[in-house]
């Protein structure tokens, strides 16, 4: 059974920073792997897809890789902004199913 | 990106009744659909995976009788959640798969909150 985990559980940084997002996954029979963002009440926005023969995505200030074989990948935010703020979720496919990570609410202070 | 829609976007119900939530595919044809559930502070989990023209297949723990899918046409799914109760109060969402694109891609509903008292 596939198990996502992500650290950490929260993160709280000043405006500007750099900062990294992890996320681990047992099983590393995956299609692809997903990171989103969800705002507190909301439904979830997609930032980057890396499908498994990938081994990063970027998007404006994001970046995403992925490394297969060891179960990993990370979420990079270049200069953090309060906008910033919110749950970030990764997520990763299976033969049929995208199981979720725990998430990281982030927190950035102007 | 595809957009899936929710509707209602919230509901608030009194225990014993029945609630049906609607998830449409806006601008593509998903022959899958997935329902959600999620707890405050916690991820999502699947409950449930709608295969149109075929009976929905439930994950482990999901009483398929309590949560009744529908998925009979490729750009609608419903569920309804039959007799709530207020431990059914949450946040549901849908989400559709995208087979004609590049990537297999799931797209995600914006929620619907249901309160049951």
């Known amino acids: 059974k596939q198990e996502v985990t992500q650290i950490p559980a929260a993160l709280s940084v000043p405006e500007g920073e750099n900062l990294v997002l992890n996320c681990s996954f047992t099983?590393?029979?995956?299609?692809?792997l997903q990171w989103f963002r969800q705002d507190p009440g909301k439904g979830l926005t997609s930032l980057l897809l890396?499908?498994?023969?990938?081994r990063e995505q970027t998007s404006g200030r994001l970046n995403a890789s992925l490394d297969k074989s060891s179960g990993r990948s990370t979420l990079y935010i270049a200069a953090s902004q309060p906008g910033d703020s919110a749950t970030y979720l990764c997520?990763?496919?299976?033969?049929?199913?995208?199981?979720f990570g725990t998430g990281t609410r982030l927190l950035v202070s102007p | 990106g595809a957009v899936v829609s929710q509707h209602p976007s919230w509901v608030i119900c009194k225990s014993g009744t029945s609630v049906k939530i609607e998830c449409r595919s806006l601008d593509f044809q998903a022959t899958t659909m997935f329902w959600y559930r999620q707890f405050p502070k916690q991820s999502l989990m699947l409950m449930a995976t709608?295969?149109?023209?075929?009976?929905?297949?439930?994950e482990q723990g999901v009483e398929k009788d309590k949560f009744l899918i529908n998925h009979a046409s490729l750009t609608l799914s419903t569920l309804t959640v039959t007799s709530a109760h207020p431990e059914d109060s949450s946040f549901y969402i849908c989400s559709a798969r995208d087979v004609s694109g590049a990537y297999n891609e799931q797209f995600f509903g914006p929620g619907t909150r249901l309160t049951v008292l």
């Open positions: 099983d590393s029979a995956i299609y692809n």
């Open positions: 709608s295969n149109e023209g075929s009976k929905a297949t439930y």
């Open positions: 997520a990763v496919r299976g033969f049929q199913k995208l199981v």
């Open positions: 890396i499908q498994s023969s990938q």
